[in-house]
């Protein structure tokens, strides 16, 4: 993936990049997807104007990066899935933060996603968290990350993430709320677990995890998808049941989920109810997972 030079103030001479140009970078199967959830926030109420998410950010990226978007949005389905869950998690976020207004929000294999942009309540704090040439490009096109949003080099499939990011002990006081989208269902099933696990090991009591998800049935089929075959990833890891997320950790619990199937009307939330028994899970759902004391 080439990259072209951005043109804003914070790539000119003094500033990132003295030469106001971003090194040429390769982003490779998973980390090439960070593409797809910008395309449907830059363009996507084109298609679904009831679920814009006014993203300032999206097309000035796309831009900046000189990306052709059509293919992208070709996958209506991609697009669809990516403005709805935009739409619960900062609805889910925004509740949060309503409860602990100081809190901090972790975002998982961030991408070049910007929720910030969306909940920053002037006390609370962000950290958007990726692989190091991610974090580059983070650096590079975003707004510098200061005061209480930072960048953070992580690799989700090594263990020991939380401390990676100096995250709180389990006994803290203020809980978190993390998101991790895009991510876990392109990781081995041990890996996703373990990610999970890790959080439900290490949160403060209180603290919301949120990931997507998809059936079971959709492992090893990213090569029908129009947006995630082109990058060589694939489906990995995929729910029979949303309660299996429990079996995990003991200090688990479902704080809730939601299915795309909503976007339909009742006519999907039809359909799925009757398809459930061989899909075991929604074909793509958000969940929401808390933890108790220990």
């Known amino acids: 993936m080439s990259i072209r030079s951005c043109g804003r103030t914070h790539c000119l001479p003094g500033a990132v990049l003295p030469d106001c140009r971003v090194r040429q970078t390769r982003l490779e199967a998973v980390?090439?997807?960070?593409?797809?959830?910008l395309a449907a926030r830059a363009y996507g109420a084109q298609l679904y104007p009831w679920?814009?998410?006014?993203?300032?950010?999206?097309?000035h990226l796309l831009d900046c990066l000189g990306v052709d978007c059509a293919p992208l949005?070709?996958?209506?389905?991609?697009?669809?899935?990516?403005?709805?869950r935009t739409r619960v998690i900062k609805a889910w976020a925004e509740a949060f933060f309503q409860q602990y207004p100081a809190a901090t929000g972790v975002a998982l294999g961030c991408g070049l996603s910007h929720?910030?942009?969306w909940l920053d309540n002037g006390a609370n704090r962000w950290i958007d968290a990726d692989l190091p040439?991610?974090?580059?490009l983070r650096?590079?096109?975003?707004?510098?990350?200061?005061?209480?949003?930072?960048n953070a080099e992580v690799d989700l499939s090594r263990p020991g993430w939380w401390d990676t990011l100096r995250l709180p002990a389990f006994d803290a006081e203020t809980p978190l709320f993390l998101i991790c989208e895009g991510v876990l269902m392109y990781l081995p099933p041990a890996q996703a677990?373990?990610?999970?696990?890790?959080?439900?090991?290490?949160a403060p009591p209180g603290s919301v995890f949120v990931l997507d998800a998809i059936s079971h049935l959709g492992v090893g089929q990213a090569r029908h998808s129009l947006s995630v075959g082109p990058t060589g990833a694939e489906f990995r890891w995929g729910l029979r049941q949303t309660d299996e997320l429990l079996a995990v950790h003991p200090r688990l619990r479902l704080a809730e989920s939601r299915s795309v199937s909503e976007c339909y009307g009742w006519m999907g939330w039809a359909a799925e109810m009757l398809c459930m028994p061989w899909f075991g899970a929604p074909l793509y759902s958000l969940v929401a997972l808390t933890v108790g004391p220990r």
């Open 31 to 37: 980390p090439g997807t960070l593409l797809i959830p």
């Open 115 to 117: 929720y910030f942009q």
């Open 133 to 136: 040439e991610v974090c580059a």
């Open 193 to 202: 677990q373990a990610i999970v696990a890790e959080y439900a090991a290490h």
């Open 51 to 59: 679920l814009e998410c006014a993203d300032t950010q999206a097309r």
């Open 73 to 84: 949005l070709q996958d209506r389905v991609a697009v669809l899935n990516v403005l709805w």
């Open 139 to 150: 650096a590079a096109l975003l707004p510098p990350a200061r005061d209480r949003r930072i």
